[in-house]
Each structure stands twice: as structure tokens, then as C-alpha cells.
């Protein structure tokens, strides 16, 4: 028979069981999700670079089409590094995000051998169409992983979202531009968009105002003005800009490399709470930044 004390103990050994096991399942999935956030945080920043190289390859393009043949070398560098970027994706990204990988990656492998040997506004409409399946992607791994609600001292990511789309709106001005001013002339579609690209620059900065640090929001207006009265001058009087096409080219893609670099600082913080340091990556932005001058 089992008296009093006995089945006190009984009970006391079993909840300690109990609370052990219930403390070791909450310890295994913390550290599922912990992986699990970690690799997302490197295939989102694997997709911001491959964006970034698809940008840079559509402004070449167009700079080509436009008659800059001097541009192909430079073409045919970020053709390379695409590719790497394209083969580690390609291994990493599963499940529910590789329908949209798949949508990308089809239409990449149908337009990198022919970008400049179609109509300048066939091959802007083609990149413009991978790189905003890139940017749900983008958001799709945010979305999945929780990335950016984790760890309480990273912002919102709403931030990230808007310096991608603040990134594509400079990245389109920076191709249109070169490829206007290679031409000598700009056609009344491409006035239209200069002044609607100014206007989505401008609400894009009000938008990110209270998200970013007034210091932050100053050095981003500053880097960013030079391309933004570019557009707004285009829009007016085209042909009363000073600049030749690739030096404007070189003018938008340092604005392009300043709003880049906030989210950089953002990702920083948040892979130093994951302590991810990926040596392949930080290769990749010294070749990028090589690339882009």
C-alpha cells in the first residue's frame, strides 16, 4: 500500500518529469526557429544582392540598347555574379517560396542572353517584372519567418520594404535616364515617368520619416537629391542636363548604393542578434561595389 507521503512524492517526481519534458520540446522548437530564422535571414539577403545585380544589369542593358557598346564588359560582370547568386538560391529556397522562385528564374533564363537584342522598353518591362517577383520574395521570406518581429531593437519590417521600393524606383530612373541621355533625346512616355519616379522618391522618403533617425533621414535626402532634381530637371527641360549618360549612370547608382547601404545597417543589426557573418556575402558587396563605378 502506498501512503500518503509515497504518492506526494510520486506526484512531485512526476510533475518535475512533466515540466522537464514540457521545458526540452520548448527548448527544441526555440531552437528550430532560431535555424530556421537564420537561414531566411541569408536567402533574404542573398535576393536584396540578387536585386541589386538585376538593377545593375537592366540599366547596362538599356545604356547598350541606346547605343553604349562600351558597356558590355560590365554587363557580362554582373551576368557572373548573378549566376552565383542564382546557384545558391536555387539550393536554398524550398517550399512555399519556390513558386516564385521558379517564376523568376524561368524568366531570367529566357532574358540573359537576349537583353540587348530586343526594344529598349521590351528589355526595362522584362527586368522590371523580375525584380518585383524578387521583391515578393523578399517579403515572402519576411513573412514566413518572422524576420524583423523577433528581436525588439530591430524595426519594423515595413522599414526594409520601403528601401527596396525606394531602391527600384532609383534603380528604374538610373536605367531610363542613361538610356534618354545616351540617345540625346527622351521620349514623352519617358517624361511621364521621370516626373512620376520624382514623385514616388519623394513619398517613399515622407513615408520612412519617423521610421529612420532625423540623422539618417538627412544623409538619405542628401545622397538621394542628386538623382531626384535629375528627374524633376529631365521632366522640364531634358535637354538642359549637364551630364553625359554614364556619368548620370554613376550620379544615380552612388544615390542607389546610399539607401542600400541603410538597409544594410538594418540587416547588420539584425544578424549580429543571430550572429551571422557570412564571409561569401561580404565578398559579394566589395565585388558589387567594384561593379558599380
Not at 519590417?157 to 527600384?168: A, C, F, G, N, T
Request: charged share 20%; net charge neutral; proline share 1%.
Amino acid at each position: 500500500m502506498f501512503t500518503a507521503n509515497d504518492i506526494a512524492i510520486y506526484l512531485l517526481a512526476l510533475s518535475a518529469t512533466c515540466i522537464s519534458f514540457i521545458a526540452f520540446l520548448y527548448f527544441l522548437t526555440s531552437r528550430s526557429k532560431y535555424h530556421f530564422q537564420r537561414k531566411s535571414l541569408r536567402q533574404y539577403e542573398l535576393v536584396i544582392s540578387l536585386i541589386r545585380n538585376i538593377q545593375q544589369h537592366r540599366g547596362l542593358s538599356q545604356g547598350i540598347i541606346s547605343g553604349e557598346p562600351a558597356l558590355k564588359d560590365r554587363l557580362h560582370d554582373v551576368q557572373r555574379e548573378i549566376s552565383f547568386l542564382v546557384e545558391s538560391l536555387n539550393m536554398s529556397l524550398t517550399g512555399k517560396l519556390a513558386d516564385r522562385w521558379e517564376s523568376f528564374f524561368d524568366h531570367w533564363t529566357r532574358l540573359r542572353g537576349n537583353a540587348v537584342n530586343v526594344e529598349a522598353e521590351a528589355s526595362f518591362q522584362q527586368h522590371n517584372h523580375m525584380i518585383n517577383n524578387l521583391l515578393y520574395l523578399a517579403e515572402n521570406i519576411c513573412n514566413n519567418s518572422d524576420l524583423g518581429h523577433s528581436v525588439s531593437h530591430v524595426k519594423d519590417q515595413l522599414l526594409w520594404r520601403q528601401l527596396l521600393v525606394l531602391s527600384e524606383c532609383i534603380g528604374q530612373s538610373r536605367a531610363l535616364g542613361a538610356s534618354a541621355l545616351a540617345r540625346g533625346h527622351a521620349s514623352y512616355l519617358e517624361l511621364i515617368r521621370f516626373k512620376m519616379l520624382s514623385e514616388m522618391i519623394d513619398d517613399r522618403l515622407h513615408s520612412m520619416d519617423h521610421s529612420l533617425s532625423s540623422e539618417q533621414m538627412v544623409q538619405l535626402e542628401k545622397a538621394i537629391s542628386p538623382v531626384n532634381d535629375a528627374l524633376k530637371q529631365f521632366s522640364k527641360h531634358f535637354g538642359a542636363y549637364p551630364y553625359s549618360s554614364q556619368e548620370y549612370f554613376s550620379i544615380a547608382t552612388m544615390s542607389l548604393e546610399h539607401v542600400i547601404s541603410v538597409l544594410d545597417e538594418e540587416l547588420d543589426i539584425m544578424k549580429k542578434a543571430y550572429r551571422i557573418f557570412p564571409k561569401n556575402l561580404k565578398k559579394l558587396r566589395l565585388n558589387q561595389k567594384a561593379l558599380s563605378h
